[in-house]
Nanobody, 114 residues
Framework: QVQLVESGGGLVQAGGSLRLSCQGSGIPFSINTIAWYRQAPGKQREWVARITQLRNTNYADSVKGRFTISRDNAKNTVYLQMNSLKPEDTAVYYC????????WGQGTQVIVHS
């Protein structure tokens, strides 16, 4: 059974940092491109960052220079280090493959207050 579990969210002041984790099971995690997505209240889910099997990374313009995606294949885990957080980063953050599977995890809530 495929499962993706996100964790690490929380409430943080603007300018602060959080590190999100995504642990996968039931899929060949290490050979897939894994991405982080987010969905803010009242908005559609959007892609945030991705990391390929070879650890090439790409970021949405809105987070470039502030967020860093990384992976630990031995732990089947992908991370998202988020620095210099802004209120507009407030969202539920999800991980999934890219392109995404139909099944999504529950996500982890990030709230950035000014």
């Amino acid at each position: 059974q495929v499962q993706l579990v996100e964790s690490g969210g929380g409430l943080v002041q603007a300018g602060g940092s959080l590190r999100l984790s995504c642990q996968g099971s039931g899929i060949p995690f290490s050979i897939n491109t894994i991405a982080w997505y987010r969905q803010a209240p009242g908005k559609q889910r959007e892609w945030v960052a991705r990391i390929t099997q070879l650890r090439n990374t790409n970021y949405a313009d809105s987070v470039k220079g502030r967020f860093t995606i990384s992976r630990d294949n031995a732990k089947n885990t992908v991370y998202l280090q988020m620095n210099s957080l802004k209120p507009e980063d407030t969202a539920v953050y999800y991980c999934n493959m890219l392109p995404p599977m139909d099944s999504w995890g529950q996500g982890t809530q990030v709230i950035v207050h000014s």
